[in-house]
């Protein structure tokens, strides 16, 4: 398994308090992504990192921030939590080359907003 | 925004009979791959196939692509329970490597 790490795994929250989750590869891939996983919607990119300080939004973004302050960790915000933002996050990470590369995934958070 | 979309949603089988899921998208690619994923974990994966191949092989996948038809399928040959998972199609945006992942397809292989 790709060296990256997810955490926490599971957290139980309220709506309206701030959340952060974290990534943290071992692999030293320039790349990393945040997605979310909902039944009937699939993985839905939120956020990713093409570089240190480097990111942009993705398909759902809003109510998101990301920061990136060293090659290996990646941390996503949910600033006020909503009910909506209820899911399973994933990350992923992948190093970029001449020839399309494929992505490897953490095992997931699973967030609960109540 | 162009997306995988998988057929079928699910499909239940039994031990050593083939599995075919189907990937269909809409706009040009570069390339298109396939993912697994067990359940409670991360995806994991599979195959990767460039716009200008038609067929790859790796073990008892097999992976066709139609840049014409905008259609891929994912053959499983010889299935067994172990490959009970969720499988998903993943293409990408041409703009910068995003990678945009269809539904998914849920197999279940009985013993």
């Known amino acids: 398994d790709a060296g990256i790490t997810q955490s926490p795994r599971h957290k139980v929250t309220e709506t309206g308090t701030p959340v952060t989750l974290r990534c943290h590869q071992t692999?030293?891939?320039?790349?990393m992504y945040w997605y979310r996983q909902d039944p009937g919607h699939g993985l839905r990119l939120i956020h990713y990192?093409?570089?240190?300080?480097?990111?942009d939004k993705g398909e759902v973004s809003d109510g998101y921030s990301v920061s990136r302050s060293k090659t290996e960790d990646f941390l996503l915000t949910l600033e006020s939590a909503t009910s909506s933002q209820t899911s399973v996050y994933f990350c992923?990470?992948?190093?970029?080359?001449?020839?399309?590369?494929?992505?490897?995934f953490g095992d997931g958070t699973r967030l609960s907003i109540l | 925004s162009q997306q995988g979309e998988e057929d079928p949603q699910a499909l239940s089988i039994q031990e050593g009979e083939n599995a075919t899921m189907n990937c269909s998208y809409k706009?040009?690619?570069?390339?298109l791959q396939w993912y697994r994923q067990n359940s409670g974990r991360g995806l994991v994966h599979l195959i990767l196939?460039?716009?200008?191949?038609r067929e790859k092989h790796s073990g008892r996948l097999r992976v066709t692509l139609d840049t014409s038809k905008k259609s891929s399928s994912l053959l499983i040959t010889a299935s067994r329970a172990a490959d009970t998972a969720s499988y998903f199609c993943?293409?990408?945006?041409?703009?910068?490597?995003?990678?945009?992942f269809g539904q998914g397809t849920e197999l279940s292989v009985k013993p």
């Open positions: 992923a990470i992948s190093e970029p080359g001449i020839q399309a590369q494929p992505q490897h």
């Open positions: 692999e030293n891939h320039r790349y």
């Open positions: 990192s093409y570089g240190v300080k480097d990111t």
């Open positions: 706009t040009s690619i570069n390339n």
């Open positions: 196939i460039r716009s200008n191949e």
């Open positions: 993943a293409t990408d945006d041409k703009q910068g490597g995003k990678l945009i």
